[in-house]
């Protein structure tokens, strides 16, 4: 069974960035599709970026195009979500996940943007 486990969040000031990773156990990445959702507080949860394994593609919410980058390693079995140009609108609990379904995620790590 794949498990996931998220790290590298924390506080970071508008305009800065913040590098997260997601260590997977139980199955490779390179057979699932896994993405990243956000929640924060008193909010729905959102569909930040999905990658499918099959087609190679990376789907971008628009609200993070160009600021965040989605990568894979195969051989450390992890993904990383790098995100850059962060505003207080970011500021949530982050997750990988399964299949982009948010029912299969980790335990998620905070990232807090505030001066």
């Known amino acids: 069974q794949l498990q996931f486990a998220e790290s590298g969040g924390g506080l970071v000031q508008p305009g800065g960035s913040l590098r997260l990773s997601c260590d997977a156990s139980g199955v490779g990445v390179d057979y699932y599709a896994i993405g990243w959702f956000r929640q924060a507080p008193g909010k729905e949860r959102e569909g930040v970026v999905c990658f499918t394994s099959g087609d190679g593609n990376i789907n971008y919410a628009d609200f993070v195009k160009g600021r965040f980058t989605f990568s894979r390693d195969k051989a450390k079995n992890t993904v990383a979500l790098e995100m850059n140009s962060l505003q207080p609108g970011d500021t949530a609990v982050y997750y990988c996940?399964?299949?982009?379904?948010?029912?299969?995620r980790g335990q998620g790590t905070q990232v807090t943007v505030s001066s």
């Open positions: 996940a399964a299949d982009c379904d948010f029912r299969r």
